[in-house]
T-cell receptor, first 113, second 116 residues
């Protein structure tokens, strides 16, 4: 069956460092992969989408890579700040014509000053 | 423009009681979704509606029913609540009818449900 795995439940880093989060998937051939941010007590919010034919996508301090051979996406936050502390979720479409979006369990990032 | 609005925000139910979670979106989106989120389990899809008048089961539909009342509203009903349904419920919507074209999903703020 199709699975998404975010390898680390929690990641603790110091302010100013680069945070790298991993998303692996099996039994998928997704056309897109998405990343979301979720703050405590709130709903997830969309950050970035990367297509299967794109190797890398950037938005301000965020960078996402997508390796369809390894079946893996890496999510980087450069020059991290305490305000980046949140849970980050990766997501893939599933089903015929991609009618549903399936999420990984998330990685909780804590950035200390 | 409120986006996706869910009510109630918090609810405590006794085992066996029924209730309906309401969801409305004002973005003229076609597809709507109900997820539940539990510690260690992540977000799991309960039901979805790809368009007005259609509904489909997700990963964990047992114990729930849904109604796509019109294009704006998608409700989730627990007919006989069980402690295992204690969770945070999120409603969401997208503009199109699927994710194969790269649609991203908009979530509501969540409904915290406790069944005792």
């Amino acid at each position: 069956s199709q699975k998404i795995e975010q390898n680390s439940e929690a990641l603790n880093i110091q302010e100013g460092k680069t945070a790298t989060l991993t998303c692996n998937y099996t039994n998928y051939s997704p056309a897109y992969l998405q990343w979301y941010r979720q703050d405590p007590g709130r709903g997830p919010v969309f950050l970035l989408l990367i297509r299967e034919n794109e190797k890398e996508k950037r938005k301000e301090r965020l960078k996402v890579t997508f390796d369809t051979t390894l079946k893996q996406s890496l999510f980087h936050i450069t020059a991290s700040q305490p305000a980046d502390s949140a849970t980050y979720l990766c997501a893939l479409e599933k089903g015929q014509a991609g009618t549903a979006l399936i999420f990984g369990k998330g990685t909780t990032l804590s950035v200390s000053s | 423009n409120a986006g996706v609005t869910q009510t109630p925000k918090f609810q405590v139910l006794k085992t066996g009681q029924s209730m309906t979670l309401q969801c409305a979106q004002d973005m003229n989106h076609n597809s709507m979704y109900w997820y539940r989120q539990d510690p260690g389990m992540g977000l799991r899809l309960i039901y979805y509606s790809a368009s007005e008048g259609t509904t489909d089961k997700g990963e964990v539909p047992n114990g729930y029913n849904v109604s796509r009342l019109n294009k704006r509203e998608f409700s989730l009903r627990l007919e006989s609540a069980a402690p295992s349904q204690t969770s945070v419920y999120f409603c969401a919507s997208i503009p199109g009818t699927g994710f194969s074209s790269g649609n991203t999903i908009y979530f509501g703020e969540g409904s915290w449900l406790t069944v005792v």
